[in-house]
Structures are given as structure tokens and as C-alpha cells.
């Protein structure tokens, strides 16, 4: 079946550290990758997205490329600040609107000043 | 910005009760759609909801479930004999119209259902 698997969190980084969120998806077909943020009492927004191999989305100083060979999606931003803190989903769909969303378990990320 | 909202921020209820979450998706979109959140558990599809029909569920949306478009902007979900294990976060999304090259989703700020 399709999943999506995140490092467990939480992160906990001081401001201007560089983050890396791991997340690897096992899927039939080809997915299109999202990773989405949800700060506290908000729901969840779309970040950033690619929808074929190779491709980088970004967003906000965060970055992500979809590596079929490795079937991975890592989100990375090379200096996190503290209103970067909040809940990380990578998710997984198929182009077909309607089709649902498969997430990952979330990676909770705390910094500091 | 439009955006999902939804109604009400947090329910409780007492086990076997009925409940009905509400939801006003944005206004041109097409595709609906139901998630839930378990505390500490991974975000899971429920149901999408499409020209008046379901058009894909999961194993969750069992038949104590049904979702139902009963004006031209709301979307609700009804629980009709709520259990300990329905205490979730859920989240109702919408979908713009047409063959999306991505089908992005857009999401409401959640329903914390609480079952006593």
C-alpha cells in the first residue's frame, strides 16, 4: 500500500540552525509530494510541493526534492527561526482531485532564541 | 484569502450521542473532503465528497458515519453514536474544480471532538 514515514520528533534546535525533517513515502505509481505546516491552534497549510522526480519545491526558506532512487522527500532549511516552530506533515497524493491524502505522522519542531 | 472554516473549535459530547461537525469550504471549490487526527497519531482520510456523492472512503468511515452538502456551503460530517475512540481532531479540506495537476488541498483550522 501507499505510506509515508517521518523522523520521529521532536526537533529542538536554536535560531539559525540547520534543520532536516527525513521523510521517505512507499507508494504504487507516481505521487505527487507535499510537506504541510501546522502552527499551534491553525490548521494545516501547504508549504511547499513536487510533483515529479526531481523536482524542488520551496517555500519560506525551506526546501525539498522529490528523490524517486531513494523515494525521499527531506525538508531542509539552512536557518530556522523561532516562528518556525510548529508541527511538519509530508503527505503523499495522486493527481486526481478527490484522491486523498496519505500523511506522514508529523515531526514536531521547537527552536529557540 | 479565502479559506476552509469550520464549526465549532471543540465538541464534547457523552458516548452515544450523535454529533455533526460543520464545515464552509471555499466558495469555488468542488472536492470535499474529511480527515481526522488522533492525539499523537498520524492524520487520516476519511471520506472525499464530490457533485453530491461520496467519491472515495476509507476503512474509518464505517456506517456510523455520513457526510452530506445540505446547502450550497456547507459540508457537514455526522457521528450518529459517537465512541471513546471517535476523541479526534478533525479536519475538513476542499479541492479547486477541474483535473488538478497536484489536487493541493486546502485546510480548515479542525473540530476537537471530545467523547466522554
Known amino acids: 500500500g501507499n505510506s509515508v514515514t517521518q523522523m520521529e520528533g521532536p526537533v529542538t534546535l536554536s535560531e539559525e540552525a540547520f534543520l532536516t525533517i527525513n521523510c521517505t513515502y512507499t507508494?504504487?505509481?507516481?505521487?505527487?509530494l507535499f510537506w504541510y505546516v501546522q502552527y499551534p491552534g491553525e490548521g494545516l497549510q501547504l508549504l511547499l510541493k513536487?510533483?515529479?522526480?526531481?523536482d524542488k519545491g520551496s517555500n519560506k526558506g525551506f526546501e525539498a526534492t522529490y528523490r524517486k532512487e531513494t523515494t525521499s522527500f527531506h525538508l531542509e532549511k539552512g536557518s530556522v527561526q523561532v516562528s518556525d516552530s510548529a508541527v511538519y506533515f509530508c503527505?503523499?497524493?495522486?493527481?486526481?482531485?478527490?484522491?486523498?491524502?496519505?500523511f506522514g505522522k508529523g515531526t514536531t519542531l521547537s527552536v529557540s532564541s | 484569502e479565502p479559506e476552509v472554516t469550520q464549526t465549532p473549535s471543540h465538541q464534547v459530547t457523552q458516548m452515544g450521542q450523535e454529533v455533526i461537525l460543520r464545515c464552509v469550504p471555499i466558495?469555488?471549490?468542488?472536492?470535499f473532503y474529511w480527515y481526522r487526527q488522533i492525539l499523537g497519531q498520524k492524520v487520516e482520510f476519511l471520506v472525499s465528497?464530490?457533485?453530491?456523492?461520496?467519491?472515495?472512503k476509507s476503512e474509518i468511515f464505517d456506517d456510523q458515519f455520513s457526510v452530506e452538502r445540505p446547502d450550497g456551503s456547507n459540508f457537514t460530517l455526522k457521528i450518529r453514536s459517537t465512541k471513546l475512540e471517535d476523541s479526534a481532531m478533525y479536519f475538513c479540506?476542499?479541492?479547486?474544480?477541474?483535473?488538478?495537476?497536484?489536487?493541493?488541498?486546502?485546510f480548515g483550522p479542525g473540530t476537537r471532538l471530545t467523547v466522554l
Open positions: 479540506a476542499s479541492s479547486p474544480p477541474g483535473l488538478s495537476s497536484y489536487n493541493e488541498q486546502f
Open positions: 507508494a504504487t505509481g507516481y505521487p505527487s
Open positions: 513536487a510533483t515529479k522526480a526531481d
Open positions: 503527505a503523499l497524493t495522486f493527481n486526481q482531485a478527490g484522491t486523498a491524502l496519505i
Open positions: 466558495s469555488n471549490h468542488l472536492y
Open positions: 465528497f464530490y457533485n453530491n456523492e461520496i467519491s472515495e
